[in-house]
């Protein structure tokens, strides 16, 4: 019988992606996401050059999204738990 996967990131309990990170490697890594974009804000401040801004943010953008794909629970739409009709 296969192990389950200890994913660092979970699907998203109401609609699509993934939520709060459940391991510590997910935390690292969302941690690493953060300081980039402050990062970012130092070294292209928006009111310099809006364009050079945008690009970088999509950048870490974009790896933080290929990293919850590739270490994160597979993403799904989700509407939550089912709703209880009125008694």
Not at 7 to 34: D, E, I, N, T
Request: aromatic share 14%; glycine share 10%.
């Amino acid at each position: 019988m296969p192990r389950p996967r200890n994913y660092w990131f979970p699907a998203k309990r109401h609609g699509w992606g993934w939520g709060v990170p459940s391991a510590w490697q997910g935390w690292v890594v969302l941690a690493l996401y953060l300081a980039a974009i402050v990062g970012i804000c130092v070294m292209y401040p928006p009111g310099a050059g809006v364009v050079r801004f945008l690009v970088a943010v999509a950048a870490a953008s974009v790896v933080l999204t290929v990293v919850c794909w590739i270490t994160g629970e597979p993403p799904r739409w989700s509407w939550g738990e089912a709703r209880h009709r009125d008694r």
